[in-house]
């Protein structure tokens, strides 16, 4: 069966820029490409796409900034910490445009406080691959298909002190990329499935900083850990991109009308370093494993963490600025930006918005932009509600 140019550049891209990927052989070794570039692979990788446009212009930090509904994507253990009592978030982000006009990601989530510990949230993530165009060996049409993939969470996030919350979420991934479209003498494709969870712990303490009335907090996260998923048979399986997120933030009030925030997150996937048999591990012992499987030893682990760097001002409440900066080693996918954005707050709602500055000039990420709408509200003061009353 042949394809069009369009889906050999989705698939590409997708490898590419989602994560940074190429294609594996089934034994672990990249297929066609420098071996000394051992980047790391994983299906469903748009799970690991930043979905809002406050991190987004922030360098993709968000393990330990102040909560906000998008906090099921990048620390569900803050979301018991939030202030208001119900609110949601819609974010759209045309993704590579640069090279195809038809993809996007979309992400809804809400999040309602069952008392002043608890809190609970639901989220959908939704990503439009566009259309693609099917053709036999004989150079005639098979039809068209919209690939698509999605992701809908649950969560749970509890107030452990006042300092110190956890949280976990339960998540159902689809990945539909090529429909029910047989591949001649190969195995038929067809949708994939997974399930994960995440776990994460939040903690954050006042405290004063060159006069200045701060809060310093600490963010821990470890997602997506699930089941590989697969597209044909069991014998042919990919891991899901299971990933450690760990960062910090210090808020500081300079006055009362202005506010500052750094950030600071890491990331690793922990998923094997492409090698032989890395691709036939199990989930734990890939999750384990990937501390040390680097065969460069520390210096190669060290390189497959990726670092994410985030400023965010306010003003009065209202009105935010934002910048970052992310960085992923040249070896191991090579995703080196700058980011920016801005932020609007009236009453209940809120819009955000960012943009991507790829350092690599041509870039297909260059002129990403996000967009984030928010709501806020407040039914009823849960400041007396304890379940541990």
């Known amino acids: 069966m042949l394809i069009n140019r369009k889906i050999l550049l989705v698939g590409t891209a997708l490898m590419l820029m989602c994560s940074g990927q190429f294609a594996l052989a089934q034994s672990g070794v990249i297929t066609g490409a420098d071996t000394t570039r051992r980047v790391i692979t994983t299906a469903v990788p748009f799970l690991t796409i930043s979905p809002d446009a406050r991190s987004g212009g922030m360098g993709d930090v968000g393990a330990a900034i102040s909560p906000d509904a998008n906090s099921v994507h990048w620390n569900p253990a803050k979301l018991a910490f939030i202030e208001s009592d119900i609110g949601f978030s ?3 982000t045309p993704w590579l445009s640069k090279i195809i006009n038809d993809m996007s990601l979309s992400y809804l989530s809400g999040y309602y406080k069952l008392t002043r510990e608890q809190a609970v949230a639901v989220s959908l ?8 165009f099917f053709k036999g060996d004989q150079n005639e049409e098979l039809g068209n298909f ?3 993939e999605l992701a809908i969470d649950a969560t749970y996030s509890r107030m452990l002190t006042e300092q110190m919350g956890v949280g976990v979420v339960l998540r159902y991934i689809y990945s539909n990329l090529t429909g029910q479209f047989s591949a001649g003498n190969s195995l038929d494709a067809k949708p994939g499935n997974s399930v994960a969870v995440d776990l994460s712990y939040y903690y954050n303490g006042d405290l004063v900083v060159f006069g200045k009335n701060s809060n310093l907090a600490f963010g821990a996260v470890v997602s997506n850990i699930g089941r590989k998923i697969t597209y044909s048979n069991e014998d042919n399986r990919d891991f899901i991109p299971t990933n450690l997120r760990l960062g910090t933030a210090l808020t500081s009030e300079l006055d009362p009308f202005n506010k500052l925030t750094f950030a600071f997150d890491f990331n690793k996937l922990l998923v094997p370093t492409p090698q032989p048999g890395s691709a ?3 989930l734990l012992s890939g999750i384990f494993g990937s501390f040390g499987d680097a065969p460069d030893g520390f210096s190669e682990e060290m390189r497959e963490i990726m670092l994410s760097f985030g400023l965010e001002y306010w003003y009065n409440d209202a009105f ?3 910048t970052g900066y992310f960085n992923e080693s040249s070896d ?3 995703r080196k930006y700058f ?3 801005v932020g609007f707050k009236y009453n209940v ?3 955000d918005a960012a943009y991507l500055v790829p350092q690599q000039q041509e870039h297909p990420l260059a002129e990403t932009l996000r967009i984030t709408l928010g709501f806020n509200f407040n039914q009823k003061s849960k400041k007396d509600e304890s379940v541990t009353d």
């Open 339 to 341: 980011t920016m954005g």
């Open 146 to 148: 919209n690939p698509r």
């Open 125 to 132: 993530r939704y990503f439009d691959l566009g259309e693609i």
């Open 332 to 334: 191991k996918g090579n």
């Open 90 to 92: 819609l974010s759209y």
């Open 349 to 351: 709602f809120g819009l």
């Open 320 to 322: 935010a600025v934002r």
């Open 280 to 282: 036939d591990q199990s």
